[in-house]
T-cell receptor, first 112, second 113 residues
Framework: GENVEQHPSTLSVQEGDSAVIKCTYSDSASNYFPWYKQELGKGPQLIIDIRSNVGEKKDQRIAVTLNKTAKHFSLHITETQPEDSAVYFC???????????FGAGTRLFVKA | KAGVTQTPRYLIKTRGQQVTLSCSPISGHRSVSWYQQTPGQGLQFLFEYFSETQRNKGNFPGRFSGRQFSNSRSEMNVSTLELGDSALYLCASNPTGGKDTQYFGPGTRLTVL
């Protein structure tokens, strides 16, 4: 069935280093790929998204890349800061478009 | 604009009881989706409503139900609560549903004893 796999489940980096989180999806009809950041006690908040007609998108220290042929997309955070510590979720909108499938999440720790 | 609001924020129930959770979407948003979030299963889709109609449903038992009102506010109900229903229930809204960005509320933390 529809599935989104996300790796790694936990990621620990030093402040200032880069962090990369990778996701793969199963439904080739997916064409919208958002990334969410969830801080403790809060709901997920959109940080960046990409649509299938674009290969890469940047927003300051955050970038997302998409490879539709391989069916995977990645989140890149550069110059990490302690406030980047949170759980990050990737997601994909599947055929029909009315529900979003989420990856299992990556807990990112940025050590000062 | 005010964000998505969910009430109550915390809830404690006992097995066998039922519970109703409420979600008010962002003004102008007509689609509301519900998700269950647990440490073991992550974010799982429950159902989505648009213009008072359920358009899509996840793989949850019939004990989980929902509805949407004409003002786009939505409620979800869980009957005959089980211990495994303890979770954070998240509501998300977007203008039309589908491929648009979803905006999440803070969630309702349900604990079943």
């Amino acid at each position: 069935g529809e599935n989104v796999e996300q790796h790694p489940s936990t990621l620990s980096v030093q402040e200032g280093d880069s962090a990369v989180i990778k996701c793969t999806y199963s439904d080739s009809a997916s064409n919208y790929f958002p990334w969410y950041k969830q801080e403790l006690g809060k709901g997920p908040q959109l940080i960046i998204d990409i649509r299938s007609n674009v290969g890469e998108k940047k927003d300051q220290r955050i970038a997302v890349t998409l490879n539709k042929t391989a069916k995977h997309f990645s989140l890149h955070i550069t110059e990490t800061q302690p406030e980047d510590s949170a759980v990050y979720f990737c997601a994909a909108s599947m055929t029909g478009g009315f529900k979003t499938i989420f990856g299992a999440g990556t807990r990112l720790f940025v050590k000062a | 604009k005010a964000g998505v609001t969910q009430t109550p924020r915390y809830l404690i129930k006992t097995r066998g009881q039922q519970v109703t959770l409420s979600c008010s979407p962002i003004s102008g948003h007509r689609s509301v989706s519900w998700y269950q979030q647990t440490p073991g299963q992550g974010l799982q889709f429950l159902f989505e409503y648009f213009s008072e109609t359920q358009r899509n449903k996840g793989n949850f038992p019939g004990r989980f139900s929902g509805r949407q009102f004409s003002n786009s506010r939505s409620e979800m109900n869980v009957s005959t609560l089980e211990l495994g229903d303890s979770a954070l229930y998240l509501c998300a809204s977007n203008p039309t549903g589908g491929k648009d960005t979803q905006y999440f509320g803070p969630g309702t933390r349900l604990t079943v004893l």
